[in-house]
């Protein structure tokens, strides 16, 4: 007589075997559907046709048979080495995961797959995800995909991280691994493939806060030759791993990150670590060698982007590097102190919507040049906006054309750098500080607030011409050759607004305005404008 024991294939199944025999425990997961945990392929089959190319709606869990293991229809067995196939025809699918999950790679290969839950539950990855050239998949509400590890997106297809169009809620794909610092990891984008982070969805890498452990992943937009796209949009959020960049094409492969909305967030320095939180930025291109090929390219159209740097590593012969500002916001995180903020690149566009640059209390220099987008021709671009407490030092001749504004903190030129081609317009409380007697274009207006708290310093030697000088409140001086500071003060109602030893020569007289008007033009009991008519015909210095 055999002595009876439990069978050792089924962990969930109370089963009694004779010996070693394991027939009548075959018998059972065939009936059960349950399958010993090995490498193998699993293909979505909801309607169980047995076929691996399946397709429809369903649920995705351990006890129901939604699976064609190539030999019968069976539940999801969890386990490292298992391999799931969404194929079939494309279509409209909503799959429903019902409990944790683990697998080792994710495949998509038509289109019109969703994975949704009621709840949260989390699908672990041992290996990768694809998605085929020209489909597209959606990680959808309550669903976290997450390994902890190196991993990539490819394939060629588009993965979407909510649903595209739509609100979705815990839509999310994460890098969970923490490493030392003699390691790194990436979450990568490649093989051509796309991620679209949409209102809900999440991408992001591990943070910590030990100095043990402080690297997170590194999240790399093209990490291959095919290369590879990131699109974020309103409501959805990118995070770098800490202490760990983002990167746009890794050595010289290709990548497109577009910011059209939502928030892209870099890494943050992890305290007693050797990471410098203004290194930890967004990159282009190769860590320790110039990127002799390759097209990268960061189009900032809407949302927010912060990082504590843009930069090159080292600019290459062949490679192109392309900074495009349309709208979206360019938040500091570091201050660059002797380094630059943005620095390398082949071209920083200044494109219809505008630079806007929030300096976010640091203080943060630029020797990139900020051009005019050349596809607008002689269309006048969106210009430059400096918001955010902290300082923002130009040291380039830019080439914008629109108009730049100080809504906060002080905007600067260096002895080498200038605000572009457009009108110069600073808020109240805000400072401009004129390095030198080049900053301003000629056939500019200089606009200001003149109360207490607002800053233009004439920091240069010299003599700068503007086209007009007034105050937002409709003040205005005539025609005039070097004017100081303090006689634009006493022009301007005895307000401290001008600093520095530099000149002013206005070549133009603003409009009178209106009637209407005029008690905006009252400082105490002067009316400034009587001032500025009694000069109009002779234009001399006070």
Same mark, same amino acid.
């Given at each position: 007589?055999?002595?009876? &024991?439990?069978?050792?294939?089924?962990?969930?199944?109370?089963?009694? =075997?004779?010996?070693?025999?394991?027939?009548? $425990?075959?018998?059972?997961?065939?009936?059960?559907?349950?399958?010993? +945990?090995?490498?193998?392929?699993?293909?979505?089959?909801?309607?169980?046709?047995?076929?691996?190319?399946?397709?429809?709606?369903?649920?995705?869990?351990?006890?129901?048979?939604?699976?064609?293991?190539?030999?019968?229809? *069976?539940?999801?067995?969890?386990?490292?080495?298992?391999?799931?196939?969404?194929?079939?025809?494309?279509?409209?699918?909503?799959?429903?995961?019902?409990?944790?999950?683990?697998?080792?790679?994710?495949?998509?290969?038509?289109?019109?797959?969703?994975?949704?839950?009621?709840?949260?539950?989390?699908? +672990?990855?041992?290996?990768?995800?694809? #998605?085929?050239?020209?489909?597209?998949?959606? #990680?959808?509400?309550?669903?976290?995909?997450?390994?902890?590890?190196?991993?990539?997106?490819?394939?060629?297809?588009?993965?979407?991280?909510?649903?595209?169009?739509?609100?979705?809620?815990?839509?999310?794909?994460?890098?969970?691994?923490?490493?030392?610092?003699?390691?790194?990891?990436?979450?990568?984008?490649?093989?051509?493939?796309?991620?679209?982070?949409?209102?809900?969805?999440?991408?992001?890498?591990?943070? &910590?806060?030990?100095?043990?452990?402080?690297?997170?992943?590194?999240?790399?937009?093209?990490?291959?030759?095919?290369?590879?796209?990131?699109?974020?949009?309103?409501?959805?959020? *990118?995070?770098?791993?800490?202490?760990?960049?983002?990167?746009?094409?890794?050595? %010289?492969?290709?990548?497109?990150?577009?910011?059209?909305?939502?928030? !892209?967030?870099?890494?943050?320095?992890?305290?007693?670590?050797?990471?410098?939180?203004?290194?930890?930025?967004?990159?282009?291109?190769?860590?320790? +060698?110039?990127?002799?090929?390759?097209?990268?390219?960061?189009?900032?159209?809407?949302?927010?982007?912060?990082?504590?740097?843009?930069?090159?590593?080292? +600019?290459?012969?062949?490679?192109?590097? %392309?900074?495009?500002?349309?709208?979206?916001?360019?938040?500091?995180?570091?201050?660059?102190?002797?380094?630059?903020?943005?620095?390398?690149?082949?071209?920083?566009?200044?494109?219809?919507?505008?630079?806007?640059?929030?300096?976010?209390?640091?203080?943060?220099?630029?020797?990139?040049?900020?051009?005019?987008?050349?596809?607008?021709?002689?269309?006048?671009?969106?210009?430059?906006?400096?918001?955010?407490?902290? =300082?923002?030092?130009?040291?380039?001749?830019?080439?914008?054309?629109?108009?730049?504004?100080?809504?906060?903190?002080?905007?600067?030129?260096?002895?080498?750098?200038?605000?572009?081609?457009?009108?110069?317009?600073?808020?109240?409380?805000?400072?401009? !500080?004129?390095?030198? &007697?080049?900053?301003?274009?000629? &056939?500019?207006?200089?606009?200001?607030?003149?109360?207490?708290?607002?800053?233009?310093?004439?920091?240069?030697?010299?003599?700068?011409?503007?086209?007009?000088?007034?105050?937002? /409140?409709?003040?205005? #001086?005539?025609?005039?050759?070097?004017?100081?500071?303090?006689?634009?003060?006493?022009?301007?109602?005895? !307000?401290?607004?001008?600093?520095?030893?530099?000149?002013?020569?206005?070549?133009?007289?603003?409009?009178?305005?209106?009637?209407?008007?005029?008690?905006?033009?009252?400082?105490? $009991?002067?009316?400034?404008?009587? !001032?500025?008519?009694?000069?109009? /015909?002779? $234009? =001399?210095?006070?």
């Amino acid at each position: 007589m055999h002595k009876l &024991s439990p069978c050792p294939f089924i962990s969930n199944i109370r089963f009694l =075997r004779a010996g070693c025999g394991c027939a009548s $425990a075959l018998m059972v997961m065939m009936i059960s559907g349950i399958k010993p +945990a090995s490498a193998a392929p699993f293909y979505w089959d909801p309607s169980a046709t047995n076929t691996t190319a399946g397709s429809g709606s369903g649920v995705w869990s351990t006890s129901t048979a939604n699976w064609y293991d190539t030999s019968s229809h *069976v539940a999801w067995i969890n386990g490292t080495s298992n391999n799931a196939y969404f194929q079939g025809a494309d279509g409209t699918y909503a799959i429903t995961v019902a409990e944790d999950l683990t697998l080792l790679n994710l495949n998509f290969n038509n289109s019109g797959y969703t994975l949704g839950a009621s709840s949260a539950q989390t699908i +672990a990855l041992n290996g990768n995800i694809t #998605v085929a050239s020209g489909k597209t998949a959606t #990680v959808g509400s309550n669903v976290t995909i997450s390994r902890a590890a190196n991993f990539s997106i490819s394939g060629g297809g588009t993965l979407n991280l909510g649903v595209s169009g739509g609100s979705s809620t815990g839509a999310k794909l994460l890098d969970t691994q923490l490493a030392s610092p003699v390691t790194a990891y990436t979450l990568s984008i490649s093989g051509g493939s796309k991620v679209i982070v949409n209102n809900g969805g999440t991408l992001a890498g591990a943070t &910590s806060s030990s100095s043990t452990t402080p690297y997170g992943s590194a999240i790399v937009v093209g990490g291959d030759s095919a290369g590879g796209a990131l699109q974020v949009e309103s409501g959805g959020v *990118v995070s770098v791993g800490s202490n760990n960049q983002l990167i746009i094409g890794s050595s %010289t492969n290709s990548g497109t990150l577009t910011i059209n909305g939502g928030q !892209v967030n870099g890494a943050t320095a992890v305290s007693g670590s050797s990471a410098q939180q203004n290194t930890l930025g967004l990159r282009f291109g190769s860590s320790n +060698a110039a990127s002799t090929s390759g097209t990268r390219t960061v189009n900032l159209n809407g949302g927010t982007l912060t990082v504590g740097q843009v930069f090159v590593y080292a +600019a290459g012969t062949g490679g192109t590097d %392309t900074f495009n500002f349309n709208g979206g916001t360019l938040r500091a995180n570091a201050s660059t102190a002797s380094l630059s903020f943005i620095y390398g690149l082949t071209h920083a566009y200044v494109k219809s919507g505008g630079a806007i640059i929030d300096t976010n209390g640091f203080d943060i220099n630029i020797t990139q040049a900020l051009e005019h987008d050349v596809g607008l021709g002689s269309t006048m671009d969106g210009g430059l906006i400096k918001n955010g407490a902290g =300082r923002l030092v130009l040291k380039s001749i830019s080439t914008f054309t629109g108009s730049t504004i100080v809504n906060a903190g002080s905007l600067e030129t260096s002895t080498t750098g200038t605000f572009g081609a457009g009108n110069v317009t600073v808020a109240s409380g805000a400072a401009l !500080v004129i390095g030198n &007697s080049a900053s301003i274009a000629d &056939s500019a207006n200089l606009v200001f607030s003149n109360t207490l708290g607002t800053t233009i310093n004439l920091n240069f030697s010299g003599t700068e011409t503007v086209n007009t000088l007034s105050s937002i /409140s409709g003040q205005f #001086v005539a025609t005039g050759t070097d004017y100081d500071a303090a006689t634009l003060n006493h022009l301007f109602g005895d !307000v401290a607004v001008f600093t520095g030893s530099g000149l002013l020569t206005v070549s133009s007289t603003a409009s009178i305005p209106e009637p209407s008007t005029y008690a905006l033009l009252f400082t105490g $009991a002067t009316l400034v404008v009587a !001032v500025i008519r009694r000069r109009k /015909s002779h $234009a =001399r210095r006070i």
